[in-house]
């Protein structure tokens, strides 16, 4: 049987997303860690910079980004139910948790692994090792971690993660596993019976940050069981028939007939990262009017563009702008703009209800791409 290759990490937030659909789906796989000989020299060479997930297809192909690995696997037909809806409500909400999970909840996922040494970092130590180079002795091992999570704690400053924004993180946090718990107690994923887009989303920050390291692994366990349970039901292979599976069926929900707990975790975005994404775009279109062509190309995600203000629960907190934030808004906005008038309206109905329509008009003035591994402003 030919083998994709999967380098990643099992720390790695969005690895976990790309592992979990490759699993479920009975993608046949071998996961190689990103530290190895051949990540360093061949993989690295092959996507131009040092990041994971990345994927080699049997036939030598590699492919970066969990989201476009997804659609890699989607479009081969892998995915015996896709993980993008037919129902044009549903499909806008899977888009709007993918941006949500996998961009608006870094704040929460870098400082329950960040800033509780006593409890996470020998753990860490030892998950880092995944992404060190092979053959290094213990000794070796301790300053080249120390580099790497020095990287990932000046990252946390760059997503807001600060003193002052602490408690009201934990607060934040909380509130989202107490919300997306009591959704998931008569569902066994966010849409109905199977997972989508959205799921793999809120996967990215729940599982391998928030339900593996041992401070945040706790608080979910003691806090929002039904939310660990989900972490476990997303990154198996066998499906599992349960009191929830039972209850809500094998299918997705009528897009006409949201559930009002599902409403909940749409508002709680609207307050939580509709602030975040407005001022990123605003920021965005500034920085685009004072660009010429020549600078645009290719932007290398991770560096991003410079840092927006914006004020998040009361703080004013500068972020790092992110072109591929941009980008998968963009997907969103054109699934909406894909849709007949009916259904635009239909969309637009739930947006205004939640207080998210905002999403519909923070439009970049350029368009962006994915080329050769990147993210590209359209000239
Ligand atoms: N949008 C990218 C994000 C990938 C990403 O940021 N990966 C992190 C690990 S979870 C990384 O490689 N960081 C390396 C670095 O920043 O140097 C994806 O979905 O693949």
């Known amino acids: 049987m030919k083998h994709h290759k999967l380098y990643g990490m099992a720390a790695s937030l969005y690895t976990g997303k790309v592992r979990a659909y490759m699993r479920r789906n ?62 044009p409500v549903l499909n806008i909400i899977s888009h709007l948790f993918e941006l949500f999970g996998g961009e608006g909840m870094l704040r929460a996922a870098m400082h329950y692994r960040w800033n509780f040494d006593d409890t996470n970092l020998n753990f860490l130590r030892h998950t880092f090792e995944d992404v060190l180079p092979n053959g290094l002795t213990k000794e070796e091992r301790e300053p080249v971690f120390l580099h790497a999570s020095g990287r990932m704690r000046r990252a946390s400053v760059a997503f807001g993660v600060t003193p002052d924004t602490y408690q009201t993180i934990e607060e934040s946090y909380s509130e989202f596993l107490t919300l997306f718990n ?26 391998a940050h928030l339900a593996r390291d041992p401070k945040p692994l706790q608080l979910m366990q003691m806090t929002a069981p039904i939310v660990f349970r989900w972490t476990e039901r997303m990154n198996i292979p066998e499906y599992v028939i ?10 997705l929900f009528d897009g006409a007939n949201i559930p009002d707990t599902l409403k909940a975790l749409m508002r709680f975005i609207a307050e939580d990262y509709l602030p975040e994404i ?23 995600l991770g560096r991003g563009i410079g840092m927006a203000e914006f004020n998040w629960r009361g703080h004013t907190v500068k972020t790092a702008v992110m072109p591929y934030r941009t980008y998968l808004l963009q997907r969103l906005q054109d699934a909406f703009d894909g849709l007949t008038a009916n259904d635009q309206a239909s969309v637009r109905g739930l947006l205004s209800e939640t207080n998210l329509a ?8 350029r368009r962006i791409s994915r080329k050769e591994h990147l993210e590209v402003w359209d000239v």
Do not use: C, M
């Open 278 to 300: 407005s001022a990123h775009v605003a920021f965005t279109n500034d920085w685009l009017a004072s660009q010429t062509d020549a600078t645009l190309a290719p932007t290398s």
């Open 182 to 207: 009591t959704h998931l107690e008569d569902r066994p994923f966010l849409l109905g019976g199977y997972p989508t887009l959205g799921d793999y989303g809120l996967f990215s920050p729940l599982y």
């Open 358 to 365: 905002a999403l519909l008009e923070l439009r970049s003035s």
């Open 26 to 87: 009975h993608v046949p796989f071998i996961e190689e860690k990103a530290g190895g000989e051949r990540f360093n020299t061949v993989v690295k060479e092959a996507v131009g910079r040092w990041i994971i997930p990345v994927i080699e297809t049997p036939d030598g192909e590699f492919v970066q980004d969990g989201t476009d690995i997804l659609d890699y696997f989607e479009s081969k037909g892998y995915s015996a139910q896709s993980i993008y809806p037919t129902d």
């Open 242 to 251: 349960d009191e929830r599976q039972l209850k809500s069926g094998d299918g």
